[in-house]
């Protein structure tokens, strides 16, 4: 690579060499090497390139399904780092695939396994919210009856951000169907609670289940609203709104 010299700096290629722009400055260097499209389509050494580019595709098109399907639990949640985080999750899910050849990998194949839903169950979508500090409660997930089952709720211990008057809990399971593309959400009514009450023990079920056949994975989703001459906020604030797996 070499310096352009002279009053009009050229852009473009001329007598098999590049002339362009690098951090401003104009350059020139032959032409040719380095990658291409139709040598990575088709060349032997570039099938490791091939499996890969396949693979991050497929784990890229699921995040961005699941991150769609997830919508009502994130709609009040901002944070740039979740795409990525998301997009190592599931390369990581795609990797427990042992049945399938290089290239072929699924996310799929992957979370069917028991390491791989662990490792989806552990993940923490909004990780400045932690549930066991937050909202400590004792629940538990029926996962043939998708109902969600919260004890003894006790608001005295649950961490109200300042200037919060209420809490809402949401819950809901999402139906997927990975070939078909079909990532669904069914949603129960959610709970809002003022802070002070006492809820006790209460039960989570969407008003309509996934079709059966379908993947399910549950979520419970907490976020905190300020309320001012009869109008509900939402703290948006990092670290006041909340989502994990729950099954």
Do not use: W
């Not at 060499?17 to 050494?45: C, D, E, H, L, W």
């Not at 998301?86 to 699924?106: N, P, W, Y």
């Not at 209420?166 to 003022?194: C, S, T, W």
């Amino acid at each position: 690579m070499a310096t352009q010299k002279g009053i009009l700096p050229l852009v473009g290629t001329l007598g098999g060499v590049n002339f362009y722009y690098r951090k401003g400055k104009p350059v020139a260097r032959k032409a040719g090497g380095g990658f291409n499209g139709k040598a990575i389509k088709t060349k032997p050494n570039m099938v490791r390139v091939r499996e890969n580019g396949s693979e991050f595709g497929h784990c890229s098109r699921v995040k961005s399904a699941f991150r769609q399907a997830l919508y009502p639990f994130l709609e009040h949640y901002s944070d740039g780092r979740l795409h990525g985080r998301m997009m190592s999750l599931f390369q990581e899910i795609k990797k427990l695939d042992t049945v399938s050849a290089r290239g072929l990998r699924t996310v799929e194949n992957g979370i069917l396994t028991l390491e791989g839903r662990a490792l989806f169950k552990s993940f923490r979508f909004t990780p400045s919210f932690i549930f066991e500090h937050k909202v400590p409660m004792k629940a538990h997930y029926d996962a043939e009856g998708c109902v969600y089952t919260i004890e003894h709720l006790d608001l005295s211990q649950v961490k109200f951000p300042k200037g919060a008057t209420h809490i809402e809990l949401k819950f809901g399971v999402l139906g997927v169907a990975f070939d078909a593309r079909i990532y669904n959400m069914f949603m129960a009514p959610p709970m809002v609670f003022e802070k002070g009450e006492h809820p006790g023990t209460f039960a989570m079920t969407p008003t309509h289940l996934p079709e059966v056949g379908l993947h399910r994975f549950a979520f419970l989703g907490v976020c905190f609203y300020q309320e001012l001459h009869g109008v509900r906020y939402v703290l948006r604030e990092d670290g006041n709104v909340g989502v994990a797996v729950v099954g």
